[in-house]
């Protein structure tokens, strides 16, 4: 996405562009457990997928599926997300789904791409019930619709007031490729069914590759 075109949603968004509905508290339930690590391809066996590295950012391609392996996250389809009339980041209807704001580059273009969803939903974890626990190091895969993979690095994880998010910061313009994953956080308030926070989690492109 151009800078220009990435600017306009930001000047849109100013008023903050949070997560508000995210859901209701879910009752307490053991965490998933992680899949096995599969975020590089393996090379020890002859059944072994033949990857191709693709080097710099990569062109506009829609995001199918995210799988964060340290909390427990694959799922896919990914669904469209934008704002809505007040500004805010929609969420998808669902505790199970993924969704990329399409005002945001996409998962591997320079700039900071969006991937929003649910911290649990009537009851139910959300695919981002764990994301709080994210840390650096982890790796965040997505596979696009072009077939190619961004295999992105989680450098940091805030937990910001939604009264008070930085807008800029999350959403501002990066050098290179970079992801951001929001889901809702901190305290319920039960006469507004709403989240008081924001958990961001922060990450780079690390690797890409296309098989």
Same mark, same amino acid.
């Given at each position: 996405?151009?800078?220009?075109?990435?600017?306009?949603?930001?000047?849109? &968004?100013?008023?903050?562009?949070?997560?508000?509905?995210?859901?209701?508290?879910?009752?307490?339930?053991p965490a998933p457990a992680a899949p096995p690590a599969s975020s590089v391809? &393996?090379q020890t066996s002859s059944a072994a997928p033949v990857t191709t590295p693709?080097?710099?950012?990569?062109?506009r391609s829609r995001p199918v599926r995210l799988d964060v392996p340290s909390? !427990?996250?694959?799922?896919?389809?990914?669904?469209?997300?934008?704002?809505?009339?007040? !500004?805010?980041?929609?969420?998808?209807?669902?505790?199970?789904?993924?969704?990329?704001?399409?005002?945001?580059?996409?998962?591997?273009?320079?700039?900071? &791409?969006?991937?929003?969803?649910?911290?649990?939903?009537?009851?139910?974890? #959300?695919?981002?019930?764990?994301?709080?626990?994210?840390?650096? !190091?982890?790796?965040?895969?997505?596979?696009?619709?072009?077939?190619?993979?961004?295999?992105?690095?989680?450098?940091?994880?805030?937990?910001?007031?939604?009264?008070?998010?930085?807008?800029?910061?999350?959403?501002?313009?990066?050098?290179?490729?970079?992801?951001?994953?929001?889901?809702?956080? #901190?305290?319920?308030?039960?006469?507004?069914?709403?989240?008081?926070?924001?958990?961001? &989690?922060?990450?780079?492109?690390?690797?890409?590759?296309?098989?």
């Open positions: 996405m151009s800078t220009v075109r990435w600017r306009r949603w930001l000047a849109f &968004a100013a008023i903050g562009a949070t997560l508000t509905a995210c859901g209701s508290p879910a009752e307490p339930q391809p &393996a693709v080097d710099g950012p990569l062109p909390i !427990g996250v694959s799922t896919g389809p990914i669904i469209d997300l934008g704002l809505t009339d007040d !500004g805010e980041l929609e969420v998808p209807g669902d505790a199970v789904t993924t969704g990329w704001f399409t005002g945001s580059p996409s998962p591997g273009e320079t700039g900071p &791409a969006v991937l929003a969803a649910h911290v649990d939903y009537n009851h139910v974890p #959300g695919a981002f019930h764990r994301l709080k626990d994210t840390k650096p !190091g982890d790796q965040a895969i997505v596979r696009r619709a072009d077939g190619t993979t961004a295999v992105f690095t989680v450098y940091r994880v805030e937990r910001y007031p939604k009264s008070r998010f930085p807008t800029d910061e999350v959403y501002g313009d990066t050098a290179g490729p970079e992801l951001r994953m929001i889901t809702c956080g #901190g305290d319920f308030d039960r006469s507004t069914r709403n989240y008081a926070d924001n958990v961001v &989690a922060y990450a780079r492109l690390s690797q890409s590759y296309r098989g």
